[in-house]
């Protein structure tokens, strides 16, 4: 937005205080899930720092620069506290939370012991799920049903006793389960919310599990965020159904590991003109995310989410001799040596002054879920905020968290990770009737 | 700058017209400066891109996203055209431009030969220098002086001259020259014009030879931008001369190479909040400039510059837990076979969530002076564009050009080279009364 | 061999010395010929030094340390030299060297223009082809044929033709061509030279293109070396004529680049009892050859020769603690912006003292042919001097020079490239009667 | 040595059987020495295995290929169980040997936690200790003394003293203690064993403490070796000792990390005649050993071991046009984010074909007293094994082990990791009586 545009701007209403329990619940209860829940108890017992984690750890400077504002998000908008949270999750293994976190690998064992009483507690309820959409996996606590409309039905049923039992007065809904075959957007099927649930009364193939949950969640008024790339809510009848029952959505794909980095250089690049021939990106990881990704075709809608970050940062429509022709490759090797600890070698070749070539190197040796947990803590609390302040529907401003950030239709994904920064906390200052920055500081000089 | 205060900033002068030569006179004429000048005239003549330099490459985006008004930003605002430059310097060596780029090794040795009969006029006048503020070098191409004064007298006096031999309406001067031992500033000396101007006569130690260059340019009414790391016209009393005779100024060291790279990286960790453990920073070349680095008191005055960067972005008095102890190291080795390409490699340790390490390492094959000769040109261009706007003392919206910026004395550095970008831009949006961007964009929405 | 088994060794026939001309005859004038055959005229012009190549540059030393015997190895023993070769080539393009070299992009245009008279008079003759082998690849100048058979025997025409209108004495040929895809051994076409003459006739697809020029030289009583990974000449049948024949042949593969390191590397390990976890290779290349390993059966064929260097290196049946279940990964990537540059990224994950991790992680930036072509030389050159030495069938003292060696079935082929160092200089040592290199040394002390 | 030469080595004595207890006496208990004892304690308990160590895994292959005989070394020649090791140790802080790992951060805490009531029994004996020989460093745990000699006696008393106390049959003492600064070789003192013990006497600044440690082992027949760069034993007063008292010796410098990576590397790059122009190392490194080499003149002994290897493995004076004017930068930095894991970074430029640049980079990411306490190990019970064969003075079969090894004055020291392998396993085969192994092989052909 500009500044004098400033009259379309929808002026913000006010927030609804986050008063009670707050559920979190989480679509597959895997390395990211059990991460994520251990984490937020270890931060609730005084054991650890939830580093990585906006709502928790980030200021947000307000004013002018000689003013010195600079309170913490978590002060400055309402957000619940950790003490709030609870947990529930679903997973095609029936491995409570503390069995499930030591087959992950990802946190020591020690820690593990230590949360063993609270973790053993969280049991995943059955699964919606159907193997044709992740090959290489087959789990035992999964929901028998007639069809996909009965599957949704009794997800529904699974929400409300949540809610009910762990008397919540909000929930939030994460897909955290594993990344599921590429499907092509079918119109026909995904065009409306009825066509869509006809679809599902048909046991249409075009109908992934992950849309029975977002559908579910919809249809209880619950926000959802989902973390892997499949199409799942980024669906005209889901984003219909949110916008009618006005809960935010976003997603797709937690952006962590190497794509996070390549929003960094990318603008980087960018910001000086300097041009790209090429980017090699390979991954090696060794974890079930990992061996689920090694078959083609959950691997093909990685990629297609991995790949289409670079085209939209670089502009290459505005900038072609700079960025036209570049050769852009992303691969993903399961390599049992590394565990959970995913890592990436990219090499970058770029092109600067009269066209001399120049290379980076990048090897980033991350932790996949040790990345992925605090944004999905944040995710839970910042969907629950737009909800109490009446946002509905895709909330681009999240696309700070997304490698394929959902977008109003007319739109571009933003993937300028400082963009999206900037974005996300002038949404905030937005909503608290603050001045938003420009950056132009004039005013400090004569 | 936020919204309300809008009313603090200046409202932009109109602009004189960049109409007759603009003379670009360089203060050593090494790498860097041949790199940039037969760059310029390879461009005149169409036989390369000037890559990396946003004058002449960037586009600028102006109203909503939908509006789709991205200019060039020459088109833009109204700046001096490739045609219109003429080049001068001064060098403590004799060698013409064509044989000083023959010397520094950065550009191929046939396109040198094609430019040969052009770079061949390009004769460096004769330098003040004096080697107790560079010791590993020693030339003879330099004028003896009583004192620093009269040196400074007569480089006004080169100045004059050259600015009548090429007929130029306008003149700016860049440092391109060596960088100088460490001085620590010297208030008694440094604080006020008439203190300077009495040490130089003085012959004081603390007056540089790059002072004098800055001095003589200020006093001609002739914008000046440093880039090395040297003091030179960080100081008061040039600020006072700069302010005075309506002259744009910044500085310094251009922001190339390795901290090119840190300021992508560093903010892209704080804007995930991932804490820091190290970065530990090294590098190989093998130019004079190198050479030059090698003395232990030039590496100070670099080494300086390039470790205050990290401080700035991370602010570790606001996250104490993230950023406050880490270890931050940086290296220069001299290594002749690297020659101009300078090679950097970084390793960093950082922190994810509850304390997890992982670690970054980023290999960069860059050549130096291909990256730096764009900024010679934006600079040039630049500060004719600020004077000619009425535009005086420190350019802070320069900043994004260089490792150390200069700031108004009550402000931090700004180093997150994405700010410094949305600073410039911005600027440019104001002098010409275009909106600035927020990045809120919550009118595309309901 | 040991000493005591002395007896049981070969004396050593006399050598027939290397008069007259060598026509080395390459098969595909690619990257590999055309960087070979323009390398050995540069040097032949004073030009350029034959680097990589041992039988240009290396001594070799002999008796004891404090002797100060080490003379070159073309001194020591009889060698044709550089000024008597002589090339051809077929290829199924009918591009000139001068004109492949070219498009090859791996040497300096300057140097190619220079030597433009001299390359462009080699001519490929029309090539025995089929794209069935080779399915990324089609060209016209090819041989039409009834049969396989008839092939062979066109081949066997070019050849004489080739002796005499060149004046040959001897001559060598060398597999330059592209990787065909992957066949399995076929016992019953390969397993004598009758079946396969019979499998030639009845054209059966168990015989490929490479099979053809191995038998044809093999008839010819021409050396043969297999410089790519395919079966070729390493099959009974063809084994058995060289034998028949008095001609020596080796293969399979050039050991360059990547796998060069792994046999420098994993010995390494071995010698100092480091355990491995897993090992796991990139590559990225952009030339003819990168296109044609882009096909997934011509890559497995170049996948089987990579992957089985570690097995014999390591010895898990020997080590089964160390080295059984290592996880070993090997990808190459179409990669256009690197060219003939083709570049590695290995990740080594090796285990010491009671089991702690360490990571190992070689970024090889290296230029395939540029490692290549000095081999071609040596094989040349070597295998003529075996074949005057009375020298038949596999010859294992040249396994330093591939990625496969051929080995006499009883045996394992020896992978470690500082045994197959000793391997080779013994072998010349006990051609000349010298003394075989233990490295005891014990007579130097007390 | 050679085939021919044969009778001019020494017939290998009968070797004295290792029967009742051998003890390991440590100078220094830090990073290595307790890595070292946990180590071997843990491996007598079955809970780890002795990895990195030739005595306890390796093989040595006997006869012919074909004969598959491959004993375990330990099988083939007569050395000390670990269940026969006892241990003890000097150091300047009083700290036990359980104390001294905690400090030291290699092992995990679990594993020591485990070994607390074993290692918390090994106590340091006071220090020969002088402030002036290691700058970064002060301890209480010192004896006091009037002079060197005097300190000699008290450490020739300790070591009887132990023996007594421990019912040794042998001992062995190994330097594992700080490096201490650069002395040059001063012929004066070092020349001969009268000087040296006079030069004790008076007190001279040319004896170090660690001559005074090897001096008191010798004088009481017990074998030495020098884990570090210090001269120490190398001089011919103490070599002269160790032939009189017939006590084998070796160093100096464990050959761990980058430098063990260099010798692998080097001479594969020679073994293919490719050229180098320039290697850069650099380690970062953050335990006491770092902050001791942080100090410029114990890093000058360190430097000074380091940087020959190359000059060696590469013979210049040979092939002057491929290794002559390389560029051979050395650095260590201290980086305390690192802790033991020492980490190196390695660039490597080489030449190939027609002087064709490539580069190989290699960061080595490993744990430096992981690397080093299986070479303790080795060498403990190798020099025990040497004494019983009745060898003495310089072991140069050990080189294998070290950076800078001992060799006799009028040899230059082997380098090159599989000559030195091949020269120990040689060893031990002479030892036994069996065949040496040549890897001529040309038995199995024909
Ligand atoms: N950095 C990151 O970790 C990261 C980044 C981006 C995206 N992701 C995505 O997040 C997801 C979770 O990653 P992870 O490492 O935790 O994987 P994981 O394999 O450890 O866990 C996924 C879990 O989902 C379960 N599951 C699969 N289908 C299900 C279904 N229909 N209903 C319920 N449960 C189901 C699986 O049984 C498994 O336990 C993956 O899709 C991954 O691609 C992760
Ligand atoms: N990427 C980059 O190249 C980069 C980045 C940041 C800063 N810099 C700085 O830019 C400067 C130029 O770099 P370069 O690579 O061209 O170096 P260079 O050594 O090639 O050229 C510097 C020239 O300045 C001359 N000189 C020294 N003192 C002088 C004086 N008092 N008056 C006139 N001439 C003098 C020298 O003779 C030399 O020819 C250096 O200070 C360098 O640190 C360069
Ligand atoms: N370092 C190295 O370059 C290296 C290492 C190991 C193996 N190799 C192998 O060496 C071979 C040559 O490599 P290159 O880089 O020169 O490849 P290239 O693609 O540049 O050249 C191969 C040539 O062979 C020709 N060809 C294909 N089939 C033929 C046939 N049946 N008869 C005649 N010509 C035929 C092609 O037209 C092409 O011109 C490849 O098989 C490659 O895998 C190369
Ligand atoms: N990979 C490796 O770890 C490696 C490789 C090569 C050489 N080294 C050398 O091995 C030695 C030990 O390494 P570390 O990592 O164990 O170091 P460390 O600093 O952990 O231990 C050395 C110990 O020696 C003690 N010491 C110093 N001077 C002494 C003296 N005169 N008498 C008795 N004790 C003394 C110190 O107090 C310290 O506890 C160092 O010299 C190091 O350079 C180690
Ligand atoms: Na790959
Ligand atoms: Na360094």
């Given at each position: 937005?500009?500044?004098?545009?400033?009259?379309?701007?929808?002026?913000p209403a006010p927030i609804a205080e986050p008063t009670g329990k707050l559920g979190v619940l989480l679509v597959g209860l895997g390395a990211v899930s059990t991460t994520f829940i251990a984490g937020v108890e270890a931060v609730r017992r005084g054991k650890a720092l939830p580093i990585g984690s906006l709502?928790?750890?980030?200021?947000?400077?307000?004013?002018?620069?000689?003013?010195?504002?600079?309170?913490?998000?978590?002060?400055?908008?309402?957000?619940?506290?950790?003490?709030?949270?609870?947990?529930?999750?679903?997973?095609?293994?029936?491995?409570?939370?503390?069995?499930?976190?030591?087959?992950?690998?990802?946190?020591?064992?020690?820690?593990?012991?230590?949360?063993?009483?609270?973790?053993?507690?969280?049991?995943?309820?059955?699964?919606?799920?159907?193997?044709?959409?992740?090959?290489?996996?087959d789990g035992r606590n999964v929901k028998p049903a007639a069809n996909k409309y009965e599957l949704a039905e009794q997800l529904i049923a699974d929400i409300e006793n949540f809610r009910k039992k762990h008397h919540c007065t909000r929930l939030v809904m994460i897909w955290c389960a594993s990344t599921e075959?590429?499907?092509?957007?079918?119109?026909?099927?995904?065009?409306?919310?009825?066509?869509?649930?006809?679809?599902?009364?048909?046991?249409?193939?075009?109908?992934?599990?992950?849309?029975?949950?977002?559908?579910?969640?919809?249809?209880?008024?619950?926000?959802?965020?989902?973390?892997?790339?499949?199409?799942?809510?980024?669906?005209?009848?889901?984003?219909?159904?949110?916008?009618?029952?006005?809960?935010?959505?976003?997603?797709?794909?937690?952006?962590?590991?190497?794509?996070?980095?390549?929003?960094?250089?990318?603008?980087?690049?960018?910001?000086?003109?300097?041009?790209?021939?090429?980017?090699?990106?390979?991954?090696?990881?060794?974890?079930?995310?990992g061996e689920v990704l090694d078959d083609p075709e959950s691997f093909k809608t990685k990629e297609e989410s991995k790949l289409s970050v670079l085209e939209y940062i670089l502009q290459p429509e505005l900038y072609p001799e700079l960025y036209r022709d570049f050769s852009h490759v992303v691969r993903i090797?399961?390599?049992?040596?590394?565990?959970?600890?995913?890592?990436?070698?990219?090499?970058?070749?770029?092109?600067?002054?009269?066209?001399?070539?120049?290379?980076?190197?990048?090897?980033?040796?991350?932790?996949?879920?040790?990345?992925?947990?605090?944004?999905?803590?944040?995710?839970?609390?910042?969907?629950?905020?737009?909800?109490?302040?009446?946002?509905?529907?895709?909330?681009?401003?999240?696309?700070?968290?997304?490698?394929?950030?959902?977008?109003?239709?007319?739109?571009?994904?933003?993937?300028?990770?400082?963009?999206?920064?900037?974005?996300?906390?002038?949404?905030?200052?937005?909503?608290?009737?603050?001045?938003?920055?420009?950056?132009?500081?004039?005013?400090?000089?004569?």
């Open positions: 937005m500009t500044e004098k545009n400033k009259t379309s701007i929808p002026s709502t928790q750890m980030a200021c947000i400077r307000l004013g002018k620069r000689t003013e010195n504002r600079n309170p913490r998000i978590r002060d400055f908008v309402p957000l619940a506290t950790l003490d709030d949270l609870v947990f529930g999750a679903w997973d095609i293994f029936p491995d409570s939370a503390y069995e499930a976190a030591l087959h992950a690998g990802v946190l020591e064992r020690s820690l593990i012991e230590d949360l063993k009483p609270f973790l053993s507690k969280i049991k995943p309820m059955p699964a919606a799920f159907d193997r044709s959409y992740v090959k290489r996996l075959v590429y499907l092509e957007p079918a119109p026909k099927h995904h065009g409306t919310l009825k066509a869509f649930e006809a679809a599902m009364k048909a046991n249409h193939k075009s109908i992934a599990p992950s849309m029975l949950y977002a559908y579910a969640a919809l249809k209880c008024g619950v926000p959802f965020a989902n973390g892997a790339p499949n199409l799942t809510v980024d669906i005209p009848a889901l984003i219909e159904l949110a916008q009618m029952n006005h809960v935010p959505i976003c997603g797709k794909d937690f952006k962590t590991g190497q794509t996070f980095m390549k929003t960094l250089i990318a603008p980087g690049l960018k910001s000086r003109m300097l041009g790209l021939q090429g980017w090699y990106s390979t991954n090696i990881l060794g974890n079930r995310d090797n399961y390599y049992p040596p590394r565990g959970d600890n995913k890592e990436g070698w990219d090499n970058i070749d770029i092109v600067g002054w009269l066209g001399y070539p120049m290379q980076v190197k990048i090897n980033f040796l991350c932790r996949d879920s040790i990345l992925a947990a605090p944004l999905v803590l944040d995710l839970a609390l910042f969907l629950d905020l737009a909800q109490r302040a009446g946002m509905r529907g895709i909330q681009e401003w999240l696309s700070f968290y997304f490698k394929s950030p959902m977008v109003a239709p007319q739109l571009y994904p933003e993937h300028d990770i400082f963009i999206q920064l900037m974005k996300l906390k002038n949404t905030l200052r937005h909503l608290r009737g603050e001045d938003l920055i420009t950056h132009l500081g004039l005013e400090y000089y004569d």
